[in-house]
């Protein structure tokens, strides 16, 4: 999956395919083939962080 570079973005496209398609932010890096602690890194830096109980960064 290639990534947005605008946090924002990368944050509305992340939310949408957790709740639409994945369980969990685990499982959604694995089935997208995407490194779960650069994803972390970059929302972490713009402010978000990830709420396990609502499988959703806010």
């Known amino acids: 999956m290639n990534l947005p570079e605008n946090p924002d973005i990368l944050?509305?496209?992340i939310n949408t395919r957790l709740r639409d398609?994945?369980?969990s932010l685990r499982e959604l890096?694995?089935?997208e083939?995407?490194?779960e602690e650069e994803l972390?890194?970059?929302l972490q830096k713009a402010g978000?962080?990830?709420d396990e109980s609502q499988n959703r960064f806010r």
């Open 33 to 35: 083939d995407i490194s």
């Open 40 to 42: 972390l890194t970059k």
């Open 48 to 50: 978000y962080r990830y």
């Open 11 to 13: 944050c509305s496209v």
């Open 29 to 31: 890096c694995d089935a």
């Open 21 to 23: 398609f994945y369980g």
